[in-house]
């Protein structure tokens, strides 16, 4: 899908984010949205995600799939989640900030309103670098990989596979298993560095 946000409203989540991130760390304020230039495509409701890193090294990612919010609150919320509620980190303390980085991964919608995700008849339809996968395990289990992940990591499609078992806590070639359904996502991921994916 191409990218349906203009690098204006790129720029002004990103601004959204770094104010929430900064504020909440801060002095746990959270910004209001409507302070910021939103256009009808930042108050659509979309889900996203919110990646920081520290120096290049990962230190908290959270998001939304489902659409239950406008992209700009999800972006908003998740800026704050992923720095305080990513249970693999420490919050983010206050000295860290100016080494922190964001990048947001704002996704595109799916087949069913309000969800992402299309389901995957075989594999030979997952694109490394256009689709994230989600696993939705019989088992109440799941795990979610976004797209930029098997492009970092440089994985081929068997990895990405592997990977998005491992993170769904089963084993491998689960997603092969019919109780389990596999599902691929878009998403326009831009950050503050001006890397675009």
Known sequence: ?????????????????????????????????????????????????????????????????????????????????????????????VEELPG????ISALCPGEEPGSPFIQVNHVSEIVIGRDGLY????TGRGGLLLPQVPVEQQWDLDQYLEGICRKAGVPEGAWRDPGNRLYRFSAQVFSETGEHA
């Open 1 to 93: 899908m191409s990218d349906y946000l203009s690098e204006a409203e790129t720029r002004t989540l990103l601004r959204i984010a770094r104010d929430s991130l900064e504020g909440y760390v801060r002095e746990g304020r959270r910004v209001d949205v409507e302070d910021y230039p939103l256009t009808a495509p930042l108050r659509e409701p979309h889900g996203a995600f919110v990646t920081l890193r520290s120096h290049g090294a990962l230190r908290g990612c959270i998001g939304y799939t489902k659409s239950l919010e406008s992209l700009a609150l999800a972006v908003r919320d998740n800026a704050i989640n992923a720095a305080t509620r990513d249970p693999r980190f420490e919050p983010v303390k």
């Open 100 to 103: 922190v980085s964001i990048e």
């Open 135 to 138: 696993l939705d395990c019989a």
